[in-house]
């Protein structure tokens, strides 16, 4: 796998204020009665594991009723939401927590935890020198590697390369990548919210759950949807620990330093 081209700061400490952006109602739902967050406006607030944490959506269109899922409303959202927090409350650490495809041949199964590495989008295709890393965004996560084995190590999880597409399904030639680039999950936020972390220079981690296998042969819509609430839940009882390791981590002096990247 090849060096990261852009790495994410790492924590100053413990996370106090933690934003947590989830991509769909039905992945947030369970996640807010698990936490036992309260509403607060658009959001859902309430502390976890020591640190205040608060909840968001990209929210619904209005004239269809669907999520607005996929990296442009990630971007989108996020941008929002931390340009318009006020100085004296600003988020120490933002968390990505929802579901991904992941693949038959790396030994997955439907309800595997992947906590994030790195993160990209690929389905980036830009044949000029620059340009091409820019549009990748191939982007190393805050949290250092010993932090992310004590996260996964409590969760049950595996830790890797989270890959971003605007598309719930993958072409061959995507497929092809993510064998060479040794994707662990395949999503629709990650790498975005990634790129608005990096401009604002706030730290980034990523939970995803593994809702469809990429490389298996049924339609990746039917199995998305039938293992959405299982999934979805797995996910919802591990935020409170990813949290507290994180946490954890920082208090034992193994957050704050990234290793280098690659």
Not at 75 to 101: C, E, I, K, W, Y
Not at 108 to 133: K, N, P, S, W
Not at 167 to 183: I, Y
Request: with cysteine; net charge negative.
């Amino acid at each position: 796998m090849r060096a990261a081209d852009f790495t994410l700061p790492a924590p100053p400490g413990p996370p106090t204020r933690v934003l947590l952006y989830v991509a769909m109602a039905s992945e947030a739902a369970p996640i807010a009665e698990a936490l036992r967050l309260m509403p607060a406006g658009n959001a859902r607030v309430g502390r976890v594991a020591g640190a205040e944490l608060t909840l968001i959506t990209p929210g619904a269109d209005r004239a269809l009723g669907a999520d607005h899922i996929g990296p442009v409303h990630a971007a989108s959202a996020l941008t929002h939401a931390l340009a318009t927090t006020a100085p004296g409350a600003r988020f120490d650490l933002v968390l990505n927590a929802g579901t991904a495809g992941g693949f038959e041949s790396r030994g997955q199964a439907i309800a595997d935890l992947v906590i994030a590495r790195e993160t990209m989008f690929h389905d980036a295709r830009v044949a000029i020198g620059g340009f091409d890393a820019v549009a990748r965004a191939h982007t190393r996560l805050s949290h250092s590697d010993q932090t992310l084995a004590h996260a996964a190590a409590a969760l049950d999880a595996r830790i890797g390369l989270v890959s971003t597409g605007a598309s719930l399904d993958a072409t061959a030639e995507e497929r092809a990548a993510f064998e060479r680039a040794g994707a662990l999950a395949k999503e629709m936020e990650l790498a975005a919210l990634a790129v608005v972390c990096r401009m604002h220079g706030v730290p980034l981690a990523a939970l995803k759950g593994i809702t469809d296998l990429v490389d298996h042969h049924e339609p990746t819509h039917e199995v998305f949807l039938r293992n959405l609430a299982r999934t979805s839940a797995r996910v919802a009882a591990a935020v409170g620990p990813f949290v507290e390791s994180l946490r954890a981590g920082a208090c034992e002096g193994v957050g704050g330093s990234v290793s280098p990247d690659g």
